[in-house]
């Protein structure tokens, strides 16, 4: 038990390594470099890029039972390869969303009462945020194309509001601790958060899973598959 223990911990070490790495853009951007016009492109890289290493970070965990015959480093990078090309298109259409939202909430000055309308943007900010920890975790159990993750992962919002809020609330607490220890960043505290999500969240996936095997609901195309 202890042995299992210890390589878990040495396992999402790696990982939480190799996350960093991946990052390495978004890192500088936000340590070095104020945000300010002319900087905005390299955010922006580092926002793209940070896609593909959250996707390959959780494909990694859901395939961790491979480890005793593969390695930590070498399952990343195939799930970096897998991912990559997919993730860029897929995070465009979250990236886009975000920035219509910070947008609307910078013409809120020129309604009338844009208090009145403050809490209805907060909700659709969460909505996007959470649609898109949904959406990470559709792509890495089907084969799917974009549109598909859109309408699965508003299913999974309304079909699931508890697991929706578990989504919300668990980022508020681990962000809060991380910022209050930012030691647990170096200990792997992201990528222990992706595997208690995607073991959290596995049961949901498997009932899903027979619930449109059943009702041959046209959520998957592989003809369409973008994930390669």
């Not at 480093?73 to 969303?97: P, Q, T």
Request: with cysteine; hydrophobic share 60%.
């Amino acid at each position: 038990m202890l042995n299992k223990a210890t390589t878990f911990l040495w396992a999402m070490f790696q990982l939480n390594l190799l996350f960093a790495v991946s990052n390495i853009v978004a890192i500088v951007a936000v340590i070095v470099f104020p945000f300010h016009l002319i900087t905005l492109p390299l955010y922006l890289a580092g926002l793209f890029l940070l896609v593909p290493s959250m996707l390959a970070m959780l494909l990694t965990l859901k395939r961790y039972d491979e480890i005793e015959k593969s390695t930590i480093v070498a399952l990343y990078m195939r799930s970096y390869r897998e991912e990559f090309k997919g993730s860029l298109r897929f995070g465009m259409w979250y990236i886009l969303g975000a920035a219509v939202l910070l947008g609307a909430y910078a013409a809120l000055e020129y309604f009338p009462f844009p208090i009145a309308l403050i809490p209805l943007y907060m909700l659709l900010m969460i909505v996007l945020y959470v649609h898109f920890i949904f959406a990470l975790l559709i792509r890495i159990h089907f084969i799917i194309d974009i549109k598909g993750t859109w309408r699965l992962g508003m299913y999974c919002i309304s079909k699931y509001p508890m697991v929706a809020l578990f989504i919300f609330g668990g980022t508020l607490i681990i962000g809060a601790l991380m910022n209050v220890f930012p030691i647990l960043i170096l200990l792997g505290a992201v990528p222990l958060a992706g595997y208690l999500l995607t073991m959290a969240t596995g049961k949901m996936f498997r009932e899903i899973a027979i619930i449109l095997k059943a009702n041959k609901e046209d959520f998957f195309d592989e003809s369409k598959n973008d994930s390669q």
